[in-house]
């Protein structure tokens, strides 16, 4: 069967997908084609949902759905940055304590274990607060914080591969050590990789809105948890203020999940049905 | 003498997190932009040069790194954490009225999250492929995919505006109530809804882990044996699958201990409840960088005696481990 007929077998991926498709559309197309602005007010403070504000207007009457259309592309760009420097940490320090054994993967496996334990959500809001809000921040402190998992994963792949014979050929006949690494073991392993980095997009995503509800996003652009946190004072009176955007949030890291178990279906058939949960 | 030798390896395992989380604080505020004394004294002292030199001197920030290095590792395991410039107490005493605040809401999030899902991960194991099942695994793909302060928001919203069931915030009423038993249950009233927060993404991921795994567990050999002796087939679930299945959960629950303690924070802002998470939000706030480093490292504490805990029952739960060592 071919990798999309198993995909497609999987009705939540599919599902899934045409959400994430829908969402993504959002994030890239809004600002163009848009000249509202998210953070302006545009008539009275909290009206409910109705004709006016489709989705009611927050404390300062800016419009809840403007906000969230305009929100979409900062949660997808940061879960999705964060994810790639995740997976660059985690399969780097994976795929050498995998790979070389020994004293080196003795003390990258301590050091995986070491982030593992500490409480990583305190951890990324002391590296934002310490290195000032910003994107670049916020994606190093989820990078740093969601690795781990990431690392064990690669290094498993890595130190059954490393039995195999096709490497220990391409040892044998003098291939380079980073060479074997990345053009021979890698691709084997990749597919569990992909499934678990789509995983920490979602992952990513959470952990962006509850940095921003804090108040640890970026200062200049409107986030999803940003616009929960800002308007908590108020959230008994206006519900749509924390709903709506909550919904959005829900609806993408969802989407990304399932699809995440399709390409789990996909990619590692003799897995199927057990994705891994971080 | 096992009892002594499992003890020992807490302790020693306490003392490198300890260290390790020592170090790190160490470097993290030296990765602040500016100067390390106005990072630590937060924006209490920043016109205040006498006050600056204060700071420096306590943290030693004149000398070279490696002896600022030691001396702070040496007033933190003689469990001088420094002083909140903010608050001007030490940090150590406002991180113990805050702790028995956390282990209240924490522990009984992470116990309902240990019964609860698992428990109705198999109850949809055995009725795997039913409306039941189908309808569970729904609700649990929904809650791993939800923020939890939105669910926390949510459930204030129903309960307490709404319904008016229970109280939205605090830990207990602003009009002290009488009697100890009053007093337990007023917590306790104030506690559901926290502790429903924080410890619902972690059913939501032991259902799903619990269920995967029995689905597993009821394919080997010996269920076959259980079965075919005769056993009921709730007796095969329970003794057979179940505790067999439970392995990959308990240790799974420890490792998810740091995310239980790190959710605590954001749980705490959302109820107002007063517990570190809370303490370290008002910090976050005041820009208190010396308080929220000792928030990070007693939270990593916590983390280790949540693993310790872990341990016991897996050791409940399995005989084999530990048994020789």
Known sequence: ?278 | MRHLGFVAGWVVKAFVVVLAITILNFFLIRMAPGDPAIVLAGEAGAADEQFMAQVRQDFGLDKPLPVQLAAYVGNVLTLDLGQSYRAQRPVVDMLFERLPATLLLTGTAYLFALIVGPLLGALAAMRSRTVFDSALMVVALFFYATPIFWVGLLLILVFSVNLGWLPPFGMQSLIPVSGTLNHVLDVARHLVLPALTLGLFYVAVYVRLTRASMLETASLDYVKTARAKGLPEWRVATAHILRTALLPIITFAGLQAGHLVGGAVVVETVFAWPGIGRLAFDALFQRDYNLLLGVFLLSALMVVFFNMLTDIFLRIADPRIGGNS
């Open chain 1, 1 to 278: 069967m071919s990798f999309f007929r198993r995909f497609a077998q999987n009705r939540g991926a599919l599902v899934g997908l045409a959400v994430l498709f829908v969402i993504v559309l959002i994030a890239i197309f809004t600002p163009m084609v848009s000249s509202a602005d998210p953070w302006k007010s545009l008539g009275r403070p909290l009206t409910p949902p109705g004709a006016q504000f489709p989705l009611g207007s927050d404390m300062l009457g800016r419009d809840v759905l403007t906000g969230i259309l305009f929100g979409a592309r900062i949660s997808l760009l940061i879960g999705i940055l964060s994810a790639v420097v995740s997976a660059l940490i985690g399969v780097t320090v994976g795929a050498v304590a995998g790979f070389f054994g020994g004293w080196v993967d003795d003390v990258l496996v301590r050091i995986t274990e070491f982030f593992q334990t500490i409480p990583s959500f305190i951890f990324a809001i002391l590296l934002v607060a310490i290195l000032t809000p910003g994107l670049t921040s916020i994606v190093v402190a989820i990078a740093v914080v969601t690795w781990p998992p990431i690392a064990r994963l690669a290094r498993a792949e890595f130190m059954t591969l490393r039995r195999r014979e096709f490497v220990e050929a391409a040892v044998l006949s003098g291939v380079s050590q980073p060479r074997i690494i990345v053009r021979e073991v890698l691709p084997n392993a990749i597919s569990p990789l992909i499934v678990m980095g789509s995983l920490t997009v979602a992952t990513a995503i959470l952990t962006e809105s509850a940095l921003s509800f804090l108040g640890l996003g970026d200062p200049n652009r409107i986030s999803w948890g940003y616009m929960i946190g800002a308007s908590r004072t108020v959230f008994r009176q206006a519900w749509w203020l924390s709903v709506f955007p909550g919904l959005a949030i829900v609806s993408t890291v969802l989407a990304i999940n399932l699809v995440g178990e399709g390409l789990n279906d996909a990619l590692n058939p003799h897995l199927k049905g057990r994705v891994g949960v971080q």
